[in-house]
């Protein structure tokens, strides 16, 4: 009998610290969730150093036309971002910096706005401030795709020749990775 009082308690006192673990994990997550996501150590990007500008042809929110040939000759900031992610708008002012600081030396940068009704959103609204082109893509994100991103916010620098020099995921990248030419 003494054995089986024992075990019931050892079965709920490892129950209770089961539970106290899993409560502290979830706080930690949501944190992480509400700072812009998980640091940029180990995640992927699939904008890979070696890709080029891919060619594309597009409508910017302005109504110009835009091809890779737009971004050619000049060093490029091309940032993606998604009406569903919380991050990216956090994201918006990172960019602005580093779309700034590119202006100044004759680059150009580029935003990528994907989810249906993007053209009509708020963020694209708010990238159109800072950003010198804006382009919509609806759910079906064909440009993103064309140039790799999966994740957003996504960022990804192309040298004058159009060669990806830097890219990375997350607010964190944008913060830490990302310099100026």
């Not at 042809?57 to 940032?79: H, P």
């Not at 192309?158 to 944008?174: D, E, I, R």
Request: a negative charge; charged letters at 20%.
């Amino acid at each position: 009998m003494i054995f089986a009082v024992v075990g019931l308690v050892l079965v709920g006192v490892v129950g209770v610290l089961n539970l106290a673990i899993l409560l502290v994990m979830l706080r930690r997550w949501r944190e992480v969730e509400a700072s812009g996501g998980f640091p940029t150590t180990g995640a992927v990007s699939n904008v890979r150093i070696i890709d080029r500008i891919p060619s594309f042809s597009a409508r910017a929110l302005d109504g110009t036309a835009v091809t890779e040939r737009t971004l050619l000759g000049k060093e490029t900031l091309v940032g993606f971002f998604s009406l569903t992610c919380k991050a990216c708008v956090e994201a918006v002012p990172v960019f602005a910096g580093h779309a700034e600081q590119l202006r100044a030396a004759g680059g150009t940068s580029l935003a990528i706005v994907h989810g249906d009704d993007s053209a009509d959103s708020e963020l694209a609204a708010m990238l159109g401030d800072v950003m010198d082109i804006v382009i919509a893509e609806d759910a079906k994100a064909e440009l993103s795709k064309r140039y790799g991103a999966k994740h957003y916010p996504t960022y990804a620098w192309y040298g004058s020749n159009g060669v990806v020099t830097s890219a990375g995921v997350g607010v964190a990248a944008l913060r830490t990775e990302l310099v100026a030419p």
